[in-house]
């Protein structure tokens, strides 16, 4: 594994292997490593050197921000040991709506709100942001000039920060971390992004649609897989949000 940035272990080398033979004969893989053998370098390498090569996209799906972390964390350290490739090996971390809406986040009784309803909350916000008599979102309104969209990025693909670097990053410059993140998903060959965004179909289509490419064209990882029966179980049940009550 031509790209991976460590001294690979014996047992390293073998998940290697079998995650890409898996890959290029086109079949899912489960297996089980115990902590600190080194499960995510390997995953993200082997997935990483595949998609180079076959032009494919990938998402991996974690259940917490500190996994999420560790995944960008790991893709620096493949691209500082792969400087030839520093332009293609690009990707973002997404986090939910209520962490990357910086209303939301300073906003307490409204970061508790669903999915849904904050979803409906920015979409009102992004119309007035657009309306000439009509103030919205300030973070949207300055989304919405080029100039602070293309230094945005220049430094999001210098720098590659975790979802909380960048997310601070853009309420000190005034943007909406929303927005440009669903932008940069294009030209990003891995998005890590929370379980929901995967398993919530209604945030899944758009999460496809914002990526641009068909679902043949897409490696999914899922860490922590014997986390997902309760999960998908809790993402299925009804609940009736405080956010939704007051409203």
């Known amino acids: 594994m031509d790209i991976f940035p460590y001294e690979p272990r014996k047992n390293q080398i073998?998940?290697?292997?079998?995650?890409?033979?898996?890959?290029?004969?086109?079949?899912?893989?489960?297996?089980?490593?115990g902590t600190g053998s080194g499960k995510t370098i390997c995953t993200i390498s082997a997935a990483l050197e595949y998609a180079l090569e076959n032009n494919k996209k990938i998402i991996y799906?974690?259940?917490?921000?500190?996994?999420?972390?560790?995944?960008?964390?790991?893709?620096r350290e493949i691209r500082n040991k792969n400087q030839d490739l520093k332009e293609k090996i690009f990707g973002v971390g997404i986090q939910g709506r209520s962490k990357m809406c910086i209303l939301a986040k300073n906003d307490e009784e409204?970061?508790?709100?669903?999915?849904?309803?904050?979803?409906?909350?920015?979409?009102?916000?992004?119309?007035?942001?657009?309306?000439?008599?009509?103030?919205?979102?300030?973070?949207?309104?300055?989304?919405?000039d080029k100039k602070n969209v293309e230094k945005a990025?220049?430094?999001?693909?210098?720098?590659?920060p975790?979802?909380?670097?960048?997310?601070?990053?853009?309420?000190?410059?005034?943007?909406?971390?929303?927005?440009?993140?669903?932008m940069l998903m294009r030209k990003s060959i891995l998005v890590v992004v929370p379980?929901?965004?995967?398993?919530?179909?209604?945030?899944r289509n758009m999460l496809f649609d914002s990526l641009g490419i068909s679902e043949d064209d897409m490696i999914l990882i899922v860490d922590?897989?014997?986390?997902?029966?309760?999960?998908?179980?809790?993402?299925?049940?009804?609940q009736l949000s405080l956010y939704m009550l007051n409203s």
């Open 110 to 144: 409204l970061s508790k709100g669903t999915s849904e309803e904050l979803s409906r909350f920015c979409s009102n916000e992004k119309k007035k942001a657009k309306s000439s008599n009509q103030e919205g979102c300030v973070y949207y309104k300055n989304f919405l």
């Open 224 to 238: 922590e897989a014997h986390n997902l029966p309760d999960y998908i179980r809790d993402l299925f049940s009804a």
């Open 153 to 160: 990025e220049e430094w999001i693909k210098e720098n590659l």
């Open 195 to 203: 379980y929901i965004y995967v398993f919530d179909m209604l945030i």
């Open 61 to 75: 799906s974690t259940r917490t921000n500190a996994q999420q972390r560790q995944v960008i964390l790991e893709l």
């Open 14 to 33: 073998a998940i290697m292997q079998n995650i890409k033979n898996s890959l290029e004969e086109k079949n899912d893989i489960i297996f089980e490593s």
């Open 162 to 182: 975790t979802a909380e670097e960048f997310i601070d990053y853009c309420e000190q410059k005034r943007l909406c971390p929303y927005e440009i993140n669903r």
